[in-house]
T-cell receptor, first 113, second 115 residues
Framework: DGGITQSPKYLFRKEGQNVTLSCEQN?????MYWYRQDPGQGLRLIYY???????QKGDIAEGYSVSREKKESFPLTVTSAQKNPTAFYLC????????????FGSGTRLTVV | AQKVTQAQTEISVVEKEDVTLDCVYE???????LFWYKQPPSGELVFLIR??????QNEISGRYSWNFQKSTSSFNFTITASQVVDSAVYFC????????????FGKGTTLSVSS
């Protein structure tokens, strides 16, 4: 079945360490997105990519980095510069032919101690 | 710029009560899509409905109904005869009908239904 896989579901890291969250899709979607969720804050856009080797900053990109070397993959690195990295991270994808057909992964809950 | 406002942070009801979740949006574009998603405690987003800006027809799906009014920029969601399984965070979202845009979410409304 087609879908988006985010792994792992739970991730623990020590403060000061970089950590990379995985997002893989087999939907042949062109666009991919990373959102961060904090209690009471909704989902805020971190980065998005419309095509391979291209990506744009979202509303809260500081302290994060991404790459888009393959169409299927859009990993997110949470760097030590991110002051409050503990959050729930959701990845999404969308085909370029429909501006409304979003698919979401099941999320990764990152805890930095 | 686009914006989605869900003014109700938390709502608590007793089973079988009706409940309406409010959503107000802002955009200058004439072509856009509105969404409602449900997020149960497990965290995944469950798609409930999508509406395009040219379709103001209200929709009913079982116990769920949606009221879209462009005149007030609102897209409200009503659950009739609520059940405990309806307890979740509900998000309203907006996207434009153009490439290069993303879904913009409201802050969500946490609905608690008690038995």
């Amino acid at each position: 079945d087609g879908g988006i896989t985010q792994s792992p579901k739970y991730l623990f890291r020590k403060e000061g360490q970089n950590v990379t969250l995985s997002c893989e899709q087999n939907l042949n979607h062109d666009a991919m997105y990373w959102y961060r969720q904090d209690p009471g804050q909704g989902l805020r856009l971190i980065y998005y990519s419309q095509i391979v080797n291209d990506f744009q900053k979202g509303d809260i990109a500081e302290g994060y980095s991404v790459s888009r070397e393959k169409k299927e993959s859009f990993p997110l690195t949470v760097t030590s510069a991110q002051k409050n990295p503990t959050a729930f991270y959701l990845c999404a994808s969308k085909t370029s032919t429909m501006n409304y057909g979003y698919t979401f992964g099941s999320g990764t809950r990152l805890t930095v101690v | 710029a686009q914006k989605v406002t869900q003014a109700q942070t938390e709502i608590s009801v007793v089973e079988k009560e009706d409940v309406t979740l409010d959503c107000v949006y802002e955009t200058r574009d004439t072509t856009y899509y509105l969404f409602w998603y449900k997020q149960p405690p497990s965290g995944e987003l469950v798609f409930l409905i999508r509406r395009n800006s040219f379709d103001e027809q209200n929709e009913i799906s079982g116990r769920y109904s949606w009221n879209f009014q462009k005149s007030t920029s609102s897209f409200n969601f009503t659950i009739t005869a609520s059940q405990v399984v309806d307890s979740a965070v509900y998000f309203c979202a907006l996207t434009l009908n153009q490439a290069g845009t993303a879904l913009i979410f409201g802050k969500g409304t946490t609905l608690s239904v008690s038995s």
